[in-house]
């Protein structure tokens, strides 16, 4: 089951439309006294995270008091979990769905991902 919880299990939201593995890394390159070259990849594995939250519930809040004080996140998608910390502030937008005219709110960020495992 996709889900998206604090790491407390608080839950946020099911509302998960995307979640995108990938790295942001840094290549140092040095070239040694004899000629040669040295090279070093600095970085970590990111996802990018497409959410949506009920106006009525928690889930913005919980998210926005994650990335203010730093406290993980986990994420169940399909058949594993991901830990880690918000990269950015997410950006939030409303939106209208459904017949029911239902408010939700919406946001894409990024996270660092700490630990993965199997759910």
Request: hydrophobic share 40%.
């Amino acid at each position: 089951m996709n889900k998206l919880v604090d790491i407390e299990n608080n839950f946020i939201t099911r509302e998960i439309s995307n979640v995108l593995k990938t790295y942001n890394s840094n290549k140092i390159k040095i070239r040694l006294l004899d000629g040669s070259y040295h090279t070093q990849s600095i970085g970590s594995e990111v996802l990018i995270l497409t959410v949506y939250c009920n106006m009525s519930e928690l889930g913005k809040a919980l998210i926005d008091e994650a990335y203010i004080i730093d406290k993980p996140l986990k994420i169940y998608w399909y058949d594993k979990f991901y830990i880690g910390l918000i990269e950015d502030e997410p950006k939030w937008e409303v939106f209208v769905k459904g017949n029911n005219n239902k408010r939700m709110y919406f946001a894409e960020f990024n996270i660092v991902v700490d630990e993965e495992g199997s759910a």
